[in-house]
């Protein structure tokens, strides 16, 4: 994110680069950059006969070169962006010549989403040197909630540590959709609010009671009634509840409660760094800890690891995803 600010300032400052080659797994840092430059680089009435826009699937390395060598008319500068460049990965070496000798004049940017360029061969090297290379990291799921709580800050906004959970367990780490999600809720909710469980409850139509992050919680405590309640509306809205993802969370934090018994230092901080997590959660695990002792941590990964096979129909044919759950939480909770 910094680097990304960097590249912004940069650009606003007037230090333009005559070559933007972004990629990586993650595409909203792709897509912010390469909107940024595309609305901020030229004015207005520069755009009509300097600003175009070339798509990997329908043009080849030939064609961005020959758009990209030509002078811009009545302006400083033209840009060219040429977006899904993934599409020309078997090819997108033969830029090398035209990112040795960049036409000064203009900015080209290439979108290279899901992939990278390999940076031992030539044309990573040059464009490193001549103009600006950034690589956009797929975050990990405990690093999204972060995430969020900085780009909310950004906008003069708080959010609640649960209510960030929500939304990384309905959206995944998928920073533009959860993106889109945040901008509906600033359209909705003063600056200088914080965004609360009942927020996105009420404007993106996930549950603050029947949620993956309250049944977590429910086992953690031992609260039988309330994890069972969890599980029924699961098993009457599958849909909106996927057993896999269900599953896969569950797993996810019994590895974190096997880990947090291991550690040497129980301390809030310690348990925080080590875990991934926010330090507001700490008390959870440590929780659930005591409730589920190391040796029955492990039995209860087995039976989530045998629940995962039964919910991809082996030796399990046609049997219902909410059976499924409940006989998992009978072996989780007794």
């Given amino acids: 994110m910094d680097e990304v600010k960097q590249i912004v300032s940069d650009i606003k400052n007037g230090n333009i680069k005559p070559i933007y080659f972004l990629m990586g797994e993650e595409p909203y840092y792709i897509d912010r950059i390469s909107e940024y430059i595309d609305k901020n680089v030229l004015a207005e009435e520069e755009k009509g006969f300097n600003q175009m826009v070339l798509y990997g699937r329908d043009v080849s390395i030939d064609d961005i070169v020959s758009n990209a060598k030509r ?189 947090y018994h291991g550690l040497p230092d129980k301390s809030q901080r310690s348990v925080a760094t080590a875990l991934k997590i926010n330090p507001y959660f700490v008390k959870d695990y440590s929780e659930a800890a005591n409730n589920y002792p190391m040796k029955k941590v492990s039995g209860i990964i087995a039976h989530l690891r045998e629940a995962d096979i039964k919910s991809k129909g082996v030796g399990a044919a046609n049997l219902p995803q909410g059976d499924i759950l409940k006989e998992l939480l009978v072996k989780i909770m007794r």
């Avoid at 035209?98 to 360029?117: D, F, G, R, W």
């Avoid at 603050?208 to 977590?216: A, H, I």
């Fill in 71 to 259: 002078f811009p008319m009545m302006a400083e500068r033209q840009v060219v962006i040429v977006k899904e460049a993934q599409e020309l990965s078997r090819t997108i070496e033969k830029l090398v010549d035209y990112a040795e000798n960049p036409q000064p004049s203009t900015v080209l940017v290439v979108c290279y989403k899901y992939k990278k360029i390999d940076k031992r061969k030539k044309l990573y090297k040059v464009v490193a040197k001549n103009g600006i290379i950034f690589e956009s990291k797929k975050l990990y799921e405990n690093q999204v909630a972060d995430w969020i709580k900085r780009v909310l800050a950004g906008a003069k906004y708080a959010i609640e540590p649960k209510a960030s959970q929500m939304l990384v367990e309905f959206l995944g780490t998928d920073l533009g959709k959860i993106n889109n999600e945040l901008e509906k809720l600033k359209l909705i909710i003063p600056s200088g609010s914080q965004i609360t469980a009942n927020h996105i409850e009420e404007n993106i139509g996930i549950s603050k009671d029947f949620n993956n992050f309250e049944l977590r919680k429910a086992i953690g405590i031992k609260d039988s009634i309330k994890a069972h309640r969890i599980i029924n509306y699961f098993a009457q809205n599958p849909k909106d509840n996927p057993l896999v993802v269900t599953i896969s969370l569950l797993y996810s934090y019994f590895s974190q409660v096997l880990q």
